[in-house]
């Protein structure tokens, strides 16, 4: 074992840490920085930090290196390159105003120091969600007001649900922070960015690196009384959202809820009042995205890759690669795509507990090519329920293999093991086989070796 562990993290290491381009020269104008508190920032930004900031995607890495690849902020000037460590300073280094900055093509590399709090005013000053709520709405009121039990499963309607919608969009001003085209943030060592969405929305070549998402909880969930049998509450941020979008990389990042995860929330109406939504999410005929060696832990819903079932502008769209990912402890959609032609392979499954529902969800004419991935499962888990079937109609799924509770690793056809207790079953073929593969797709058992120790944030050279 500790031969097969040496030589696999050394394949690995090879694999996260490869040249991806020319660096600059560490005494080159490239390498310059400048920012608020330049030259102190500056002198903080090792050679390697600047060395990472430039690269771009491999070539043949997923999706987003089809055609022209993913450059982001790599050619950015010094005068575009800059070291955050507030809200302000991260929309300034955006382009200076967050209502526009979706809009500024300028190329710009965006190193983010410490922590970066989406619920910082202007002066830095901290914000709660009372502070973003509008005058007129009180939680316990609009509780009151709309309990199925008086209102019925009918729509919230009225002066209540209107001023929620007012409260949603204050705190959209203040927690989503918009990005422009050609853009690289990476993160410097213990990089966090909390309770914040980044926006990508056309906004293609985009690239954001070892930066841990914590916590981008929505203060004022939707009461949806028809969403399945009981109603659901609704939240409506993710940490990472693409949409209409091209050649976008997410790469060594970790996604996580830290210290206030929904299952720690109340119960409202006889639901979880869930206050998070995706981890990272490409919607809205988004497509050519690439996300590599990241951790998402402790979630529930992690990846949706389409925006609803109707047939449209995501035909064609949705092209998504997932490699070496960890899922650790996470609920669903691992991911659950539509439409999209999208490759899941070398990816490591820890999954189980009680709220447990699904790894891959196979939705309307989605194309899902999922190859030696493996999954760890705890003993209440059956590998037959590692698939959902959400309209879809046939997946490509080979060389998996499964550990369960205490047993021996082995190979399992999920598949089959689908098909042998759901109707209607799902056919064995996607349709398309991928090309863009950076390197050879390693044997599933050498997979929890590799990307339990070099998957998420803090684990690059830098």
Request: hydrophobic share 40%.
């Amino acid at each position: 074992m500790r031969r097969i562990l040496t030589g696999a993290t050394v394949i690995a290491l090879l694999l996260v840490a490869a040249p991806a381009g020319a660096a600059p020269r560490p005494d080159s104008p490239a390498a310059a920085v400048t920012g608020p508190d330049s030259p102190a920032a500056a002198d903080r930004l090792s050679w390697s930090a600047r060395h990472l900031g430039r690269q771009a995607l491999p070539e043949r890495d997923g999706w987003a290196a089809e055609g022209a690849g993913t450059s982001g902020g790599s050619a950015a000037t010094p005068e575009r390159t800059r070291v955050v460590r507030s809200r302000a300073e991260l929309v300034a280094a955006l382009g200076g105003d967050n209502a526009s900055n979706a809009t500024d093509a300028t190329p710009k590399l965006i190193y983010v120091d410490g922590a970066v709090d989406g619920f910082e005013g202007p002066d830095g000053t901290p914000l709660s969600c009372g502070d973003l709520a509008d005058p007129a709405y009180r939680l316990d009121a609009y509780l009151a007001a709309y309990d199925p039990a008086g209102w019925g499963r009918v729509p919230p309607a009225g002066p209540l649900e209107e001023a929620r919608v007012r409260s949603v969009a204050n705190q959209t001003r203040q927690t989503q922070i918009n990005v422009g085209p050609n853009t690289t943030i990476v993160g410097l060592p213990g990089a966090r960015l909390t309770g914040l969405t980044l926006m990508i929305d056309r906004a293609p070549n985009v690239i954001v690196r070892n930066v841990t998402f914590v916590d981008a909880r929505d203060c004022f969930p939707a009461w949806s009384p028809t969403d399945g049998e009981a109603g659901n509450w609704n939240s409506q941020y993710d940490q990472i959202s693409v949409r209409r979008s091209e050649h976008v990389w997410v790469d060594h990042n970790t996604f996580t809820d830290g210290d206030n995860p929904d299952s720690a929330q109340p119960t409202y109406f006889g639901r979880p009042y869930q206050v998070h939504d995706g981890s990272l999410d490409v919607t809205h005929t988004a497509s050519l995205v690439t996300a590599s060696w990241n951790r998402f832990t402790g979630r529930d819903k992690l990846m949706l890759i389409g925006s609803s079932n109707t047939v449209g502008p995501d035909v064609g769209r949705l092209k998504v690669t997932l490699h070496h990912n960890l899922f650790d402890g996470v609920l669903q959609r691992l991911p659950r795509v539509r439409f999209g032609q999208v490759d899941v392979y070398n990816n490591h499954y820890r999954l189980g507990g009680a709220d447990f529902q699904y790894a891959l969800g196979v939705g309307v004419q989605s194309a899902l090519y999922a190859q030696n991935n493996f999954f760890t499962l705890d003993a209440a888990v059956d590998p037959a329920d590692l698939l959902y079937d959400w309209g879809g109609t046939a997946l490509t799924e080979r060389g998996t293999w499964v550990r369960r509770g205490g047993a021996p690793a082995r190979p399992v056809d999920l598949l089959a093991a689908y098909n042998a207790v759901h109707d209607p079953d799902l056919g064995a073929d996607a349709g398309w086989t991928p090309t863009l593969r950076r390197d050879p797709v390693l044997p599933a058992p050498l997979v929890p070796l590799l990307v339990g120790p070099l998957a998420g944030a803090d684990r690059l050279p830098i």
